[in-house]
């Protein structure tokens, strides 16, 4: 299997409910990403692995909890989320992160996960 | 700040027509990197095209070229020969320094046969 997968592509959970995604890069990239995409707002980046180690957390609530085992795995585990965070969930892969200045990192993007929460 | 914006909601192209998508951009950095993405309805974001802020030609990738005027801190989107398959959300896209990719709010495209 190539490029990003993300597992489930669809949830619905409840708000007291505990669930996780996962994603996995078969490109040999060492960076990973997960972004929320909510109807008619930009791409949200929320968190950033490079080479394992997380590089960003962009105030993101701690009802996410990021996990990133190897270079190739992330998963998003989600706890007592909130009706306003359902969206698409998108995880990315590229090279190395953060980029160089003007670098061509360019992200390698799943098929996102889309999270309805009730 | 880095910002993106692309003021065109919504287009509507003619199959075969050519179409072009605004993007303009907002940094202090001189050194920058300036993407494409095409989102379908299935939701994976697909890489289309790429800009050097010091590449002094516009970037071509297939039917996808971009239109890259520093100056302005303008860099569109031209789709030549528009296809049905080409329907689908796009997103312009910059990196500077050491800033994540910043996204643009998208335009929709529609292609009418």
């Known amino acids: 299997e190539t490029g990003v997968t993300q597992t489930p592509r669809h949830l619905v959970m409840g708000m007291t409910n505990k669930k996780s995604l996962k994603c996995e890069q078969h490109?040999?990239?060492?960076?990973m990403y997960w972004y929320k995409q909510s109807a008619k707002k930009p791409l949200e980046l929320m968190f950033v692995?490079?080479?394992?180690?997380?590089?960003e957390n962009n105030s993101v609530p701690s009802r996410f909890s990021p996990e990133c085992p190897n270079s190739s795995h992330l998963f998003l585990h989600l706890h007592t989320l909130q009706p306003e965070d359902s969206a698409l969930y998108l995880c990315?892969?590229?090279?190395?992160?953060?980029?160089?200045?003007?670098?061509?990192?360019?992200?390698?993007f799943g098929p996102g996960t889309r999270l309805t929460v009730t | 700040a880095q910002k993106i914006t692309q003021t065109q909601p919504g287009m509507f192209v003619q199959e075969k027509e050519a179409v072009t998508l605004d993007c303009t951009y907002d940094t202090s950095d001189q050194s920058y990197g300036l993407f494409w993405y095409k989102q379908p309805s299935s939701g994976e974001m697909i890489f289309l095209i790429y800009q050097g802020s010091y590449d002094e030609q516009n970037a071509t990738e297939g039917r996808y070229s971009l239109n890259f005027q520093k100056a302005r801190k303008s860099a569109n989107l031209v789709i030549s020969a528009s296809q049905l398959g080409d329907s689908a959300m796009y997103f312009c896209?910059?990196?500077?320094?050491?800033?994540?990719?910043?996204f643009g709010k998208g335009t929709r495209l529609s292609v009418i046969a």
């Open positions: 990315a892969s590229s090279q190395e992160a953060p980029p160089l200045a003007g670098g061509r990192y360019e992200r390698y």
């Open positions: 896209a910059m990196s500077s320094g050491n800033t994540p990719l910043v």
């Open positions: 692995y490079n080479f394992k180690e997380q590089t």
């Open positions: 490109l040999g990239h060492n960076a």
